[in-house]
């Protein structure tokens, strides 16, 4: 039988939802507090930069400013794990003209940058709304990379909310439940990096059975991915996308994970 064949895939509809614009509670009851995923469609109406944020409006509004991002991954296959390796500084109009227009996956800023970069971009800050409904008024952690980025299997140890604002994001999920199956043996990190890789499902057999739901998220489109869900994320078109962990509710299992 082909790995393929072998796959359990979970229903779209009913593993992760679309809705349109739930209330506070709505969100709360059916979502955060049950750590179900759910795509929401609807709430970043009116955001500016839905419609500004190409690579050039992005290049011009930053300017020159030095950013830092994730470099030279590609000779890496533990890029992920070793990221503190993988820090490198360029203004931020020449990182925007190495990656718009490109292909890859050997640069690419990430949240795990977003406190050196915070200065640096605060220009485009101007641009974003708030969701007010289910986190406090502070920005998400941004992530700007060309289409080809890939960040390999893991789970977080917060409930997070994606918010695409350019270009598009697959992103593969796996319940919590499926952890046996994925080779959790460093940290939040699973040693398959890819479901998708038939190559590397030879070395990790058990995963071939995880199941698993692929997500696509269009800008303008929040994702909801609770605590413990494993997640990898590839990028289609140059994308920018922002990180929320800042919900009105409880987030700090962090507290209670043994340490890297
Ligand atoms: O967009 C990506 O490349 C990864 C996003 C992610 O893993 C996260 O926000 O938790």
Redesign the pocket.
Known sequence: MQVAERQRLLSPAEAVPRIWRPSANEFLENFYAPSRPVVIEGAMEGWPALARWTPDYLARTVGAAPVTFQGDRDGDGDFELYKDNHARTLPFDQFIARIAGHRGNDA?L??YNSAANREALRPLENDLGYLDDFLTRQHG?I?I?PAG???PL?F?LTN?L?AQVVGR?V?TLLPPSETPRLANTRHVFSDVHDVGDVERLKLYPDARFAARVEVTLSPGELLY?PVGWW?????LDF?V?L?YTNFHWANDAYVDFPAA
């Open positions: 690419y990430t949240a952690m992530w990379g980025t890939f960040t893991h977080d997070n994606l994001k992103i991915i997640h990898q994320v590839r990028s994308s996308m990180t």
